[in-house]
């Protein structure tokens, strides 16, 4: 949607200028910080509705960047693509549970960035539409990013928090990794599987005695149990 604010962190004057730029010609209204801690600031200031996060920055790399923008209730709900020169599963991995929403692998094309940007927007906006789910002795509350097992608080990262509601939006079902992926990222992700699991386990853990409601379906993938 035009009009909505991205906060750039990136130190490489040209990648931020490239970016700055391409996304200026689709209507967005851009920030530019080139530094961590000048990140943080703009972000705390000026409520941006995306921020696009380098990980290898001068003084705090973006890992903690990101750590530090979920933490910070001002911040916390502002989603973050992380731009990274790596590919390494374990750098990605971190991103996403510190509660990075996706990640891009340099060198990206405008093109890819862009549908990036709009399926981490689109996905906020449909959030908001369901605002509780129920299933078993969980609740997720959409809007507030909330969810209780058995009445007590669960602190699920970002990515977890998106697939525990994609499975328990669709009970009974069962997903492939691929299209819990595609559920939370929209297309076009490069899957790591492995992530998949290590999330799903994450969820389990903190769910407590309701984890064992989220099944392992072999060879196919995983769903929530219905009631
Ligand atoms: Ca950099």
Redesign the pocket.
Known sequence: MPGEKILVI???HDIRELISYNLESEGYLLLKASCGNEGLVLARENQPDLVLL?I??PDIDGLEVCRKLKRDESTREIPVIMLTAKSEDSDIISGLELGAEDYITKPFSPRVLIARIRAVLRRNVEEDETPIIEIHEIRIDIKKHEVTACGDGVNLSATEFAILGHLASNPGWVFSRNQIIDAVRGQNYPVTERSVDVQILGIRKKLGSQGRFIETVRGVGYRIKSE
């Open positions: 990136e130190d490489e380098d290898m920055l």
